[in-house]
C-alpha cells in the first residue's frame, strides 16, 4: 500500500493490541503525531520497542496504559529531566521493563534486518544487563573457544512508527541522520512515516537525511508538525515549554491525564491538533492554515 | 572575568585538558559536561581535534546511529566523557536504579550506550557533578558498565583513565585497580573528599593540588563554547556557564 496517505486514522488502524511497535526519537524527529493517533485510538498492550534515546513519545504512551512491556536503553525528557510517568510505574513495579543499550538494540535490528536469529555485540561484559536479560546469553566464540561474548536476540517489530523529512510520490522518504530508521524498517513488518512535505519523484533533498526506499515501507502520511512537540530540523525547532509543561503536570497522575485531554483525547485528528497547538503565525511560513 | 568559577566549569575545563590534539572524541546523548569540555578542546589546544556529538547538527558527519556506533565499535574514538549515578571504588557504573532492581527507589533514564562505549573507547574518563558519599558506595545497586580489564576484549581500549569531580580526581592504582585520591581542588583537603566518599578512599603517595584554569580557557568556555551549547543544552548553559 505504499503510497502518500492523507489520513493518519486509515495507517493507525494497521496497529493492533498487543502488537511490538518500535519508535525512536527524543527531542527531535520524535514521532508524535503518530503516538498520538495510538492514544485516540485506545490500542492497549503493546510491546513498546524504543530504539535510541525516547523521551515524550514513550511516556505518553505508558502513561497512557497503551504500553504493557517496555524495551529501552535510555528514556528522558531532555533538560526537563526524568520522564515522569515511566519512572513512576517502573518504581511500583507495574511496568514491565526490558533494559537494553543503545549499540545493543541498533544491532538487534540489524540482525531483525538480516532474517538471523540473534547477533553478537561488543562491550555488556561484566554487567547486570546479563542477570535481568536472560535471553542475553553469554557464550563463547565458536572460532576464538577462550574469548567470551554477549549475544542478544533479533528485534523483529510488528510496527516501526516514524517521522521524515521528506516523502516523494513513490513513497520514498528522508528520514534523520540521529537514528536507525534504515535498520528499523528493515527489521519491522509494517512501517509508517509521517512527513513534513511531499516532493516529485527525483525532487527529494538527500541532504537533509538518509534515504529510506519505499521498498522497506508501508504508507507515509503527508503530516507538517507531526513531530511537533519535538523538532523536526530545517522545518521547526522544539517547543521546549510544552517538555516543560509536561515534565510538570506528568508529575501527577492528575496532571497527565489532563495533558492527555489537553494535547490528544480534545482533537479528533493531527490537523486539529495543529491548529492549537502551533502558532498561526509560524504555521503561515509552511502554508498550513 | 573575577567570577568564581561553578563546579560545572571547573570540570569541564579539567576535562577539556585531556584531550589532545588530532584526537577524536565521541559524545552522548544528554551530556552537556562532555560536549562543552569536547568543544572548549578545540576552541583552546586541540583545534585539530574531532568531536562527535550527538545533537549537534555541525559535528556530525555519519549516516545513521549505526555508522556511529561502529566508529567506536571498531575502535576509533580515543576519548570518552561518562558519568554514573553511583560510581564505586572501582568505577564501575551504575545508571539504571537506586535500591531493588525490580521495584526501585529511583528509576533513572537507563544505561543508552555505557555498556558498549566504555568498553570500545581508547580512554575513559568518568566525571560527577557532585561529591557525596552516596554517589560513590562500595556496592553498586545495579552494574551498567564495568570498568575492569577482565572484561575487555581488547586490552588497549577502554581503560579508565581518571573520576572528576568538583574537589577530587581520583585515579585507578596500577595493581588491582581500586581508585585512590590523586589530586585535590584547591581550598580541599584529602580528609574532606575520604568523609565525601562512600567507599574507603585511599591516598596515592603524592597528592596534587589542582591548579585554577587559565583564565583564558575560562574566557573561551564563558563566551565560544556558551555560544555553540546553547543551540543543543540551552538550560545547561544558562544556569550552569557564566
Keep these: 500500500m505504499s503510497a502518500i496517505h492523507k489520513e493518519l486514522k486509515e495507517v493507525t488502524a494497521l496497529i493492533r493490541s498487543g502488537d511490538k511497535v518500535a519508535i525512536s526519537g527524543s527531542l527531535e524527529m520524535a514521532p508524535m503525531a503518530l503516538v498520538r493517533e495510538v492514544i485516540r485510538a485506545g490500542v492497549k498492550g503493546l510491546h513498546l520497542v524504543c530504539s535510541g534515546s525516547v523521551g515524550l513519545n514513550a511516556d505518553l504512551l505508558v502513561g497512557s496504559g497503551a504500553v504493557e512491556t517496555i524495551e529501552l536503553s535510555h528514556v528522558m525528557l531532555g533538560e526537563s529531566g526524568l520522564a515522569p510517568r515511566f519512572r513512576r510505574l517502573a518504581e511500583q513495579g507495574a511496568l514491565r521493563i526490558l533494559d537494553h543499550t543503545c549499540p545493543g538494540m541498533a544491532s538487534a535490528f540489524t540482525a531483525g534486518a538480516m532474517g538471523i536469529p540473534f547477533i553478537p555485540v561488543q562491550g555488556m561484559l561484566g554487567t547486570d544487563y546479563l542477570r535481568v536479560r536472560e535471553d542475553f546469553k553469554l557464550i563463547a566464540d565458536p572460532y576464538e573457544p577462550e574469548q567470551q561474548t554477549v549475544v542478544v536476540p533479533a528485534i523483529t517489530p510488528d510496527v516501526t512508527l516514524f517521522h521524515a523529512f521528506q516523502a516523494d510520490k513513490a513513497g520514498n ?109 509560524e504555521r503561515a511560513v509552511w502554508g498550513i492554515a | 572575568m573575577g567570577n568564581r568559577l561553578t563546579s560545572a566549569e571547573r570540570l569541564i575545563c579539567s576535562l577539556a585538558q585531556q584531550i589532545g590534539n588530532g584526537e577524536k572524541v565521541v559524545v552522548g546523548n544528554n551530556s552537556p559536561i562532555p560536549a562543552a569540555a569536547a568543544l572548549l578542546a578545540k576552541h583552546a589546544h586541540a583545534p585539530e581535534a574531532s568531536a562527535y556529538i550527538l545533537g549537534s547538527a555541525v559535528d556530525w558527519p555519519f549516516t545513521d546511529m549505526q555508522q556511529f556506533f561502529n566508529f567506536v565499535q571498531r575502535g576509533d574514538a580515543d576519548v570518552f566523557f561518562l558519568s554514573g549515578a553511583q560510581i564505586d571504588a572501582y568505577g564501575n557504573i551504575n545508571l539504571h536504579v537506586i535500591g531493588d532492581y525490580t521495584a526501585p527507589k529511583v528509576r533513572m533514564p537507563g544505561g543508552a550506550g555505557a555498556a558498549m562505549f566504555y568498553y570500545r573507547c581508547k580512554r575513559v574518563y568518568l566525571f560527577k557533578a557532585d561529591h557525596e558519599p552516596k554517589g560513590f558506595p562500595e556496592r553498586l545497586d545495579f552494574v551498567t558498565s564495568s570498568a575492569s580489564s577482565a572484561h575487555r576484549t581488547n586490552p588497549s581500549l577502554g581503560r579508565l583513565e581518571a573520576v572528576y569531580t568538583p574537589i577530587a580526581v581520583l585515579r585507578p592504582d596500577g595493581r588491582d585497580g581500586r581508585l585512590q585520591l590523586v589530586q585535590t581542588a584547591p581550598d580541599v583537603t584529602p580528609e574532606e573528599v575520604a568523609e565525601r566518599t562512600g567507599f574507603w578512599l585511599g591516598n596515592a603517595s603524592v597528592i596534587e593540588t589542582a591548579a585554577e584554569p587559565e583564565p583564558e580557557l575560562v574566557q573561551l568556555l564563558r563566551t565560544e563554547v556558551k555560544r555553540e551549547l546553547l543551540s543543543i543544552y540551552p538550560e545547561f548553559a544558562v544556569a550552569e556557564l557564566q
Design chain 1, 173 to 281: 522518504v528522508i528520514a534523520s541522520r540521529y537514528q536507525n530508521i534504515m535498520q528499523m524498517v528493515q527489521a519491522s513488518q509494517i512501517s509508517i512515516a509521517t512527513v513534513e512535505e511531499v516532493v516529485e519523484v527525483g525532487e527529494l533533498d538527500e541532504s537533509k537525511g538518509v534515504k529510506i526506499p519505499a521498498a522497506f515501507l508501508t504508507a507515509a502520511v503527508h503530516a507538517p508538525y507531526a513531530a511537533h512537540p519535538s523538532s523536526s530540523p530545517g522545518y521547526y525547532g522544539v517547543d521546549r515549554p510544552v517538555f516543560k509543561y509536561y515534565a510538570t503536570q506528568a508529575k501527577t497522575p492528575d496532571g497527565f491525564e489532563q495533558y492527555v485531554f489537553q494535547h490528544v483525547l480534545s482533537y479528533e485528528n493531527h490537523q486539529e491538533y495543529v491548529k492549537h497547538h502551533v502558532a498561526e503565525k
